[in-house]
């Protein structure tokens, strides 16, 4: 079975930063063999792509609305996934999901991952 858990969330202030991490487990599951992403969920909304990292090369996609401002990254061998979050805004409060997707390269497209996380929440204040 495999477990992806989020920690990191937590409270913090207009132009603040946060770092999230993913750990991913499971008895046959090779994190390796998945590209990786990260959604959000804020209140009174629809869950939505935020950034993705595909298997080991690591390319990369964001959504427009945290390009420079965010940085997904993974660590194979631990295996981690994690998220930097830099000069956080009041409209970036939500609950923040990581999934891992059998997809060859990353997808901003939630119908392609196949596990998925709890979630942690992140809120930021004005």
């Known amino acids: 079975q495999v477990q992806l858990v989020e920690s990191g969330g937590g409270l913090v202030q207009s132009g603040g930063s946060l770092r999230l991490s993913c750990a991913a487990s499971g008895v046959t599951f090779s994190f390796s063999n998945y590209a990786a992403g990260w959604f959000r969920q804020g209140p009174g909304k629809e869950r939505e792509f935020v950034a993705g990292i595909s298997r080991i090369i690591g390319s990369t996609e964001y959504a427009d609305s945290v390009k420079g401002r965010f940085t997904i990254s993974r660590d194979n061998a631990k295996p981690m996934l994690y998220l930097q979050m830099n000069s956080l805004k009041p409209d970036d409060t939500a609950v923040y999901y990581c999934?891992?997707?059998?997809?060859?390269?990353?997808?901003?497209?939630?119908?392609?991952?196949?596990?998925w996380g709890q979630g942690t929440q992140v809120t930021v204040s004005s």
């Open positions: 999934a891992a997707s059998n997809a060859l390269s990353t997808t901003p497209r939630m119908n392609r991952y196949n596990f």
